[in-house]
Nanobody, 126 residues
Framework: QVQLVESGGGLVQAGGSLRLSCAPS????????MGWFRQAPGKEREVVAA????????DYADSVKGRFTISRDSGKNTVYLQMNSLKPEDTAVYYC???????????????????WGQGTQVTVSS
């Protein structure tokens, strides 16, 4: 069982930056592709960014391209989401998720992710 723990959320003004972190408890991320998702009040959960297990492949939702960067540090067993130029519409609960895969690719779809964190709140004020 993989338990994921997110951190780094908070309140920031529009135009500001935050960096979210996601770390598993109990095991390493090896062979797990990772994704960041978010859910705003009254809206469905949507994908934000994804990264392959090696980190060689990344993909982003159109709404965050050029502003957000997903990365992973195998040594620290942590996945990050660097969020720059934040907008009020980025306000949401952000979740990281993991899926076991033997293909070194990123998965920009909620389907197939087996493990989810509890989420961290990001609030962007205007």
């Amino acid at each position: 069982q993989v338990q994921l723990v997110e951190s780094g959320g908070g309140l920031v003004q529009a135009g500001g930056s935050l960096r979210l972190s996601c770390a598993p408890s109990g095991r390493t991320f090896r062979r797990y592709a990772m994704g960041w998702f978010r859910q705003a009040p009254g809206k469905e959960r949507e994908v934000v960014a994804a990264i392959s297990w090696s980190g060689a492949s990344t993909d982003y939702a159109d709404s965050v391209k050029g502003r957000f960067t997903i990365s992973r540090d195998s040594g620290k067993n942590t996945v990050y989401l660097q969020m720059n130029s934040l907008k009020p519409e980025d306000t949401a609960v952000y979740y990281c998720a993991a899926r076991l895969t033997y293909s070194d690719r990123s998965y920009l779809s909620e389907m197939g992710y087996d493990y989810w964190g509890q989420g961290t709140q990001v609030t962007v004020s205007s």
